[in-house]
């Protein structure tokens, strides 16, 4: 994972890991079941903003990183698709429930 994110990072399409949203296509089914399980929190054990599990295919990288999309959360600076507008910023669902903005 973190060879991957560093390779992005040289070729410049993130600067720091949690710009990165990551498509994960594990091969095996023990692999796949293991990251369904902790689906939820695979974004904080990887420190990025997204994580998405796509079935393999011929071809395709088991790990893909890519720019996330959205906006910066102004507590804890992950990009979200869904943000919530709070005072002079925006948050992410997380943070809006931590706070009580939502």
């Given at each position: 994972m973190n060879k991957s994110l560093e390779e992005a990072r040289q070729r410049g399409e993130i600067g720091k890991s949690l710009e990165a949203a990551?498509?994960?296509?594990?091969?095996?089914?023990?692999?796949?079941?293991?990251c369904e399980r902790y689906r939820g929190t695979l974004a904080e054990l990887f420190i990025v903003s997204e994580v998405r599990l796509t079935q393999p295919a011929e071809g395709k990288p088991p790990i893909a990183v890519a720019p996330a999309t959205g906006e910066k959360c102004s507590r804890c600076w992950t990009i979200t698709s869904a943000p919530v507008a709070a005072g002079s910023g925006v948050l992410c669902g997380r943070c809006a429930r931590v706070v009580g903005a939502r």
């Open positions: 990551i498509e994960l296509s594990p091969a095996d089914e023990a692999t796949w079941s293991l």
